[in-house]
């Protein structure tokens, strides 16, 4: 007979609870674990923890039944990290098994009622091995030259925080992953950009945790997108948001303390580490870097708010500054962009139109591109356009006599300045090709 091994109990919580009604079983799955919810009619008294030999995950609820016709295996089907989900009463409770096709590290906590959502018990399971894998500070690689800029677009919220309510239980998640997603392929049509998502699904992500993936990426620029709230639904308008004075400070004062421990790199000087640096240095190098990506936020942010103004109202037509936890990241510029009020009717309605939509994602786009072509990254293929050869056609040019003056070919001259057929104009402007 095969035996059972009780590996490890995690954890037994005790509150204050009445009987509760298990109502429904949600799972949410991201890159780094599978979130499970489980609704409840009131707070839950539980305890969990792991079995081997099959890998499973136990999760005991005291004094709560299961609703009329809930029927939890039909929950869990076609996951990364789960075979399924079972469940049988346990004297006056309930016991939930999660068959597991590898070995999870559970964390469980509850959430208290926020609309739309009632009491909530959350359990993340992890992989065992990442869950406890340390991270090794890599010696950050050369960019390849002529890079692409990286933008990361951040939609806000997700899994278990829904953001804003509109209308019809129109949720702020979902419709700032459908914006962003709208806003990479904006980027991704521009020659020399590049765009990472750190959301690309409905699941959440902290706030660091955010940045880290850009980070990772090494991105140029940070932009998280959301959906403004008010308690009138008169407020309507765009708005661009960037770090505060105060909450640059906290920053940098933070990544001092954590220093001794920090791997993560400084883009905006140099791509180094404070793990070698000494106080003084390390200091300096903060405040250096903040200070210039906050100066750099400020202008892409106008940028931004600029091309918006064109397509849709603006709640204020200055970039204005909070607190944000998101925008936090001494390594890189960060904008926090309001696409509109979900509060207001109207509004909403707009935002949830796909039209719209893309009409947002193309001015966010090229508020980027024209701020980038203004401040263009080192080593980028931006950057090294903007130090070509400009010829500023006069009367009486043409491309050939243009192109064998600056000892290039016609066709490369054309496509540079994607040029079709042989028409230019009198007072055009040339970029002169540096390869053939």
């Known amino acids: 007979m095969a035996k059972t091994f009780l590996t490890v109990i995690l954890c037994v919580v005790w509150l204050p609870v009445v009987a509760a009604t298990l109502d429904g079983v949600r799972v949410h799955e991201s890159p780094e674990a599978t979130r499970i919810v489980l609704d409840t009619s009131a707070g839950v008294k539980y305890k969990y923890f792991t079995l081997d030999k099959p890998h499973r995950v136990v999760i005991d609820l005291a004094t709560a ?257 909070a607190s944000f936890l998101v925008l936090k990241s001494p390594d890189m510029p960060s904008i926090l962009v309001e696409t509109g009020f979900i509060s207001n009717p109207q509004e909403a309605r707009r935002l949830s139109q796909k039209e719209h939509q893309t009409k947002l994602a193309s001015a966010i786009a090229d508020g980027i591109d024209q701020f980038m072509r203004s401040n263009p990254p080192p080593g980028t293929a931006i950057a090294a356009r903007r130090q070509e050869l400009r010829h500023t056609i006069a009367r009486g040019d043409t491309l050939s006599e243009i192109a064998a003056r600056y000892g290039v070919s016609a066709n490369a001259l054309k496509r540079r300045n994607a040029i079709r057929g042989d028409k230019i104009r009198v007072g055009q402007t040339l970029f002169i090709p540096s390869e053939l």
């Open 65 to 321: 039944t299961p609703a009329k016709g809930l029927d939890v295996t039909k929950v869990a089907k076609d996951l990364l990290r789960i075979k399924g989900l079972r469940g049988a009463p346990r004297g006056k409770g309930f016991r939930l098994v999660i068959d597991a096709k590898l070995k999870l590290q559970p964390n469980a906590f509850t959430l208290k009622p926020i609309a739309p959502y009632g009491h909530r018990l959350v359990v993340d399971l992890a992989s065992f091995d990442k869950a406890r894998k340390k991270k090794v500070a890599a010696k950050p690689q050369p960019r390849p030259k002529n890079r692409d800029v990286v933008i990361a677009i951040d939609a806000g919220h997700g899994g278990e925080d829904p953001g804003a309510l509109g209308p019809k239980r129109l949720q702020e998640k979902h419709l700032v992953l459908q914006i962003a997603r709208r806003t990479a392929t904006a980027i991704d049509a521009k020659p020399g950009y590049r765009a990472v998502l750190t959301r690309t699904g409905d699941y959440y992500l902290a706030h660091r945790k955010r940045t880290a993936i850009a980070r990772e990426a090494r991105a140029d620029l940070f932009v998280s997108l959301h959906a403004d709230a008010f308690t009138s639904s008169a407020a309507r308008g765009a708005s661009v948001y960037t770090l505060s004075d105060r909450g640059a400070t906290s920053e940098t004062a933070k990544w001092l303390a954590e220093r001794a421990n920090q791997s993560d790199l400084l883009g905006g000087v140099g791509d180094v580490s404070l793990s070698d640096k000494d106080e003084v240095l390390a200091h300096v190098l903060l405040d250096l870097s903040m200070d210039g990506n906050r100066s750099y936020s400020i202008e892409a942010g106008q940028s931004i708010l600029n091309q918006l103004g064109k397509m849709t109202k603006l709640h204020k037509k200055q970039v204005e500054q």
